[in-house]
C-alpha cells in the first residue's frame, strides 16, 4: 500500500509538472510588466495572526471556483509565483493565469497541516507552513499531494494581496545525507515517501 502511495504522488507531481509549459506560457512569459504602481497602503494598525490566516481560505476558496482569473485576483500585479508544478516562475498576471488554468483542471483544494504567520508590520506578513492538496485525476479518482508553502502578503489600495507566493513538492527523505549514510537509490527513497508523512501541528 505504501509503494502504491508513493508512486502515485510522484506520478501525480510529474504529470502536474509539464502542465502549463508551452506556447501559452512561452507568451506570458514575455508580457510587457505591469503599468500598476506599487503603492503600499499607509497606516499604523497591526493585522491579527487571524486576519492573514483567514487569507488562505479566501485563496482556497478562488481555487474552488475554477477560475484562473478569480485566482489570479488575489496576487499583486508584479507578484511572483513559483509554483508547485511548473518549473517557470510566474511573473505577470498572464503567466499566473497561464499556471493556474492548467492546475485548475485538477480541482485542488488545500488542508494546511501547519502554518507560521509572522506579522512584518501594518501592511505586511508572511505565511509558511505545509498544506496538502487533493487531486482529481484523470480517470475522476482522488490523490494527494503534500506541499511547502510561502505566502507574502502586502496590503495595497485597501486590499491584502499576495506579492510572493512559493510552493513545492515535499521532498523525498534527504535524511541520509545528514547522517553519514550511503545515498539509496531512488526507488528506495521513493518507496519510503507516503503522504501520510505530513503530520498536523
Known amino acids: 500500500m505504501k509503494r502504491t502511495r508513493a508512486t502515485g504522488v510522484a506520478l501525480v507531481a510529474a504529470a502536474l509538472l509539464f502542465n502549463g509549459s508551452g506556447v501559452a506560457y512561452a507568451a506570458a512569459m514575455h508580457a510587457p510588466p505591469s503599468a500598476h504602481p506599487r ?20 485563496w482556497n476558496a478562488a481555487l474552488a471556483t475554477g477560475d484562473a482569473n478569480i ?3 488575489l496576487y499583486a500585479p508584479d507578484a511572483v509565483l513559483l509554483p508547485t508544478a511548473s518549473p517557470f516562475i510566474r511573473t505577470t498576471r498572464a503567466g499566473i493565469v497561464d499556471y493556474f488554468e492548467h492546475f485548475l483542471q485538477r480541482e485542488p483544494q488545500a488542508v494546511i497541516q501547519r502554518q507560521i504567520i509572522d506579522i512584518l508590520g501594518p501592511t505586511s506578513a508572511v505565511n509558511t507552513g505545509l498544506y496538502r492538496f487533493t487531486l482529481t485525476m484523470q480517470d475522476g479518482s482522488k490523490t494527494t499531494l503534500d506541499a511547502r508553502f510561502t505566502f507574502v502578503y502586502e496590503r495595497r489600495w485597501g486590499k491584502w494581496l499576495i506579492i510572493n507566493h512559493h510552493s513545492s513538492v515535499v521532498p523525498l527523505d534527504m535524511g541520509w545525507m545528514l547522517s553519514g549514510r550511503d545515498r539509496p537509490d531512488y526507488q528506495t527513497r521513493l518507496n519510503n515517501h507516503t503522504t501520510s508523512r505530513v503530520q498536523p501541528q
Open 39 to 58: 503603492v503600499k497602503e499607509k497606516s499604523t494598525h497591526l493585522p491579527t495572526k487571524r486576519q492573514i490566516a483567514a487569507l488562505f481560505h479566501e
Open 71 to 73: 485566482v489570479a485576483d
